[in-house]
């Protein structure tokens, strides 16, 4: 159809000569001047009809959301709003639309009202900027671990083992409900013959390519079946897990730090257009916030502060120390107050580290090992483990990972003390036999990254199709 993008045509206007387009209409003023988006931009281009040129029943039909082939000739435009503008000379109209029953009008929309039209939310300024980051941001995390010398893996989106505790995996059966109900179900005559589900996470596989290739990573889909409906967990999301050999915890932080970094740079320096869409967006909401409630920060400068400043590097130990004795603790301001060392941060303590305390983005590290994975290096003291977690501003935690451990031993004796069988796992016990090194990895929540780059507040618009508890729609 040898047809522009708008974005080709903003990037270098070619005045007076002929172009082709195709588009959805945004806006359709005086039945004469077209709006038109196609996606490559947050810009839409102004179409303008001189009289007579074209056919009264297709200016009759065109209407908002429906999509035409504009053919015409660049020119300067002498309307307000706009450099340049389309005469055009010939239209296509592909597809009609209904200015009664489409839903994407061009006014306002609540963002519950969009999650129910998520087929057309994206014709919207709001989400095409939200996913063309969300792009952006996937291609720059493949850049920067390419560049670093990382190699890609795939790990198993089935799995038969449980990574990160029991409880939260959805099933993956053929069997039918008779087998199902059985009191002993009988796995063997299961499709794969043993009892299988979604992958919670694809460390312990990514474990075992980073002690043969040195450093891996992995970027799929990951499933939770955790009833957590909050605005910050989806029950299917996206995980970035790099796995490092000879890699201990400082060198895991100072890596994660560095990551983010590159990402958020790569966003700063070629998002700009939508990113300053979205902050305009985010402006007009928080202007209605009570000042105490507003963020001190814009958008983009919230971004920038975080690539420019180093991130706060704290011990499980101080962090609690911190928050017992804040006047938020005191006050009982929090929901869960804090009294003995050893209980699990809530993402209100987390929050408070971040935003009020160190104002940075923090990493805390050492946690109790009770409140830790079983794979996670056991501290001299016997009582922490080389855990780490990322907190960024208005998200909490982005970022979990840690050292693992490498002493088969120790190893054995944590996953005894934790229920959790060596049969299970013999494969990743055989590293600790053959070979063993130490390293490390993380994973980063990529939804809550496009949370963090976009200022959306709900991770059920970050993504396209948001699965969580009692919703799978679309
Ligand atoms: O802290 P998590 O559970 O860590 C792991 O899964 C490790 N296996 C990672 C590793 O060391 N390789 O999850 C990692 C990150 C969290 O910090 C959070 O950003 C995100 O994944 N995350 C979720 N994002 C959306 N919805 C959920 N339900 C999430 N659960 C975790
Ligand atoms: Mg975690």
Redesign the pocket.
């Known amino acids: 159809m040898n047809l522009l993008k708008v974005q080709e045509i903003y990037d270098s206007p070619l005045i007076d000569s002929e172009i082709n387009l195709g588009g959805w209409v945004r806006a359709f003023r005086a039945n004469k001047f077209i709006e038109l988006n196609d996606g490559s931009t947050i810009k839409n281009i102004q179409c303008v009809i001189n009289e007579g040129i074209i056919d009264e029943d297709i200016i009759k039909r065109i209407s908002v959301g429906c999509s035409l082939i504009i053919t015409g000739i660049l020119v300067n435009s002498i309307g307000k709003g706009q450099n340049f503008e389309i005469n055009v000379s010939k239209i296509k109209l592909l597809g009609e639309s209904d200015p009664e029953k489409y839903p994407i009008q061009p006014k306002k929309h609540s963002f519950e009202f969009l999650r129910e039209q998520a087929h057309l939310r994206i014709r919207t300024s709001t989400f095409s900027s939200v996913m063309r980051i969300r792009s952006k941001l996937a291609f720059s995390i493949h850049d920067y671990f390419n560049k670093n010398g990382f190699n890609y893996i795939h790990t198993p989106i089935i799995t038969s083992s449980d990574?990160?505790g029991a409880g939260e995996m959805f099933k993956v059966t053929t069997l039918g409900k008779d087998d199902l109900e059985k009191k002993d179900i009988d796995y063997s005559d299961d499709f794969f013959g043993k009892k299988t589900s979604l992958t919670?996470?694809?460390?312990?596989e990514?474990e075992t390519y980073a002690l043969g290739l040195g450093n891996v990573y992995t970027f799929g889909p990951?499933f939770?079946a955790?009833n957590?409906n909050t605005s910050?967990?989806?029950?299917e999301?996206w995980?970035i897990?790099?796995?490092m050999a000879f890699y201990d915890l400082n060198d895991n932080m100072d890596l994660a730090e560095s990551f983010v970094k590159y990402i958020l740079k790569y966003i700063l320096k070629n998002c700009e257009e939508d990113l300053k869409f979205l902050e305009e967006r985010l402006l007009k909401e928080e202007s209605q916030k009570p000042k105490n409630e507003r963020s001190d920060l814009s958008l983009i400068d919230k971004i920038k502060f975080t690539v420019n400043n180093e991130f706060t590097r704290v011990s499980y130990t101080e962090a609690f120390e911190i928050l017992k004795k804040s006047n938020y603790n005191k006050k009982k301001k929090f929901k869960f107050l804090l009294d003995n060392w050893g209980s699990d941060l809530q993402s209100e303590h987390e929050r408070f580290l971040v935003e009020k305390h160190f104002k940075s983005p923090v990493i805390i590290y050492d946690y109790p090992s009770k409140i830790k994975?079983f794979y996670m290096r056991l501290n001299d003291d016997d009582k922490t483990v080389r855990a780490m977690?990322?907190l960024f501003p208005g998200?909490g935690?982005?970022?979990?990972?840690?050292q693992r451990e490498e002493r088969l031993d120790v190893l054995k004796k944590r996953m005894s003390e934790m229920g959790i069988e060596e049969e299970e796992l013999w494969w990743y016990l055989d590293l600790r036999k053959y070979g063993t090194v130490p390293h490390s990895?993380?994973?980063?929540?990529?939804?809550?990254?496009v949370m963090f780059c976009t200022g959306m507040s709900n991770?059920r618009d970050v993504i396209p199709y948001p699965r969580t508890p009692k919703n799978a729609s679309f």
């Open positions: 990574a990160e919670v996470s694809g460390q312990l990514a990951t939770r955790e957590s910050r967990h989806a029950s999301f995980m897990e790099p796995e994975a977690d990322v998200i935690e982005i970022i979990g990972g840690s990895g993380f994973g980063l929540g990529f939804e809550r990254m991770i």
